[in-house]
């Protein structure tokens, strides 16, 4: 979207808002539709596309944006409804050139590793009182606040909602989630007539992984390919090198736990941080570990043999770590996939990883009914 706002060409984008049940991609999904009928990206992997190639041309050509919802009550959901039993929402809005600075404001957050959010307004209706509404509430369609850093640029069309769109955006930003909100026109929370969407553009979590062994490259490889920024972190500089490591976006040579209270105490490890120890060693694990489980990260995983884990288990409770937060510890490391190579077990810990981020049971989907995907 940028390239082409750069060299003059309107794109059509369309960005799942919210959805219902079995929708196969989440809200902030997009498809980016250019003049030329080149289309990047996907919004439901296939069921609605070609009718919203139309609906993004149609938007392209007008610049009236339209919000559209997909789902199987459609009359013709056989034909561009989700046939997989989900609902979605989609906006579709043509983007000028003339918004290139909001882009490129967003593109050097991103490129500089700051956090940044978009609050673009993809519902206006008559909802509030009489008086409240503006003459023409359409207008408002497609305005948005960008924010990144201490810098807003842009506005919704008033200032009390432009501070209670930014108070809210910065929350969701925060917590790394995209999500949709809703307000009178003058910012009431409990009021009705607008839908904002924000979509957020946190910096990546980190994956930090301690012990240079094969296994570990694995993990640093998937750990990448999940999104996350890794970290090798091992007490040993002769195996702790980049070359080992070309996956990881670091390699540290430092004894395990003092590097992670150095992270800690910067400020650089978060919530969504995951732990995987896979030195198995207890000189380097019981400090390590009891510093991790005493705070509130995504995921601590080690790895070791039922032996290891009881004796290991043993040395934390000794350090002080209540049954709270022993409880925490995924160990041995991983779902039982039956895997024995690195590759192979590098893929149970991040199944492992993603079923704690999204609290997944791990069973197969065909042992179980309900909804496939859980509630985000």
């Keep these: 979207m940028l390239r082409r706002c750069r060299a003059g060409e309107p794109v059509a984008l369309a960005t799942v808002v919210a959805t219902w049940h079995s929708a196969p991609q989440p809200p902030g999904a997009a498809m980016l539709l250019a003049a030329d009928g080149t289309v990047t990206g996907s919004v439901s992997g296939g069921c609605v596309e070609a009718d919203l190639y139309e609906r993004a041309r149609h938007v392209l050509g007008t610049g009236v944006p339209e919000l559209t919802r997909y789902g199987v009550s459609d009359d013709d959901a056989y034909?561009?409804?989700l046939t997989c039993g989900g609902v979605l929402d989609v906006f579709v809005e043509r983007v000028d050139p003339g918004r290139l600075a909001e882009l490129e404001a967003v593109d050097a957050a991103r490129r500089a590793g700051q956090p940044a959010a978009v609050?673009?307004?993809?519902?206006?209706?008559?909802?509030?009182?009489?008086?409240?509404?503006?003459?023409d509430p359409l207008r408002r369609l497609g305005r948005r606040l960008v924010l990144t850093g201490e810098r807003i640029t842009g506005s919704l069309g008033d200032d009390r909602l432009d501070d209670a769109a930014t108070a809210d955006a910065l929350g969701l930003l925060a917590a790394g989630r995209n999500g949709l909100l809703r307000y009178g026109y003058h910012g009431?929370?409990?009021?009705?007539?607008?839908?904002?969407?924000?979509?957020t553009y946190a910096t990546p979590p980190r994956m930090i992984v301690f012990g240079a062994i094969d296994f570990a490259a694995a993990v640093a490889r998937i750990g990448a390919f999940l999104g996350y920024r890794v970290t090798v972190c091992d007490a040993r500089p002769v195996f702790a090198t980049a070359r080992r490591f070309p996956e990881a976006d670091e390699v540290v040579a430092q004894w395990p736990h003092r590097y992670l209270r150095t992270e800690l105490d910067a400020g650089r490890v978060d919530g969504r941080t995951v732990?995987?120890?896979?030195?198995?060693?207890?000189?380097?694990?019981?400090?390590l570990l009891a510093l991790a489980l005493r705070h509130r990260l995504a995921y601590v995983g080690a790895m070791g043999s039922r032996r290891t884990h009881d004796e290991r288990h043993k040395l934390l409770s000794e350090a002080g770590l209540s049954a709270a937060q022993l409880a925490r510890l995924a160990s041995p490391i991983g779902l039982d996939l039956g895997g024995r190579t690195p590759e192979e077990t590098a893929v149970s810990v991040a199944a492992q990883i993603v079923a704690a981020r999204w609290g997944g049971s791990g069973r197969p989907l065909t042992a179980l009914a309900g909804p496939i995907h859980q509630p985000g």
């Design 119 to 135: 609050v673009t307004c993809v519902a206006a209706d008559a909802g509030d009182p009489p008086g409240a509404v503006p003459a």
């Design 275 to 287: 732990v995987c120890v896979l030195t198995h060693d207890p000189k380097f694990d019981v400090p």
């Design 79 to 81: 034909t561009v409804g």
């Design 188 to 199: 009431q929370r409990r009021g009705a007539g607008l839908s904002l969407f924000v979509t």
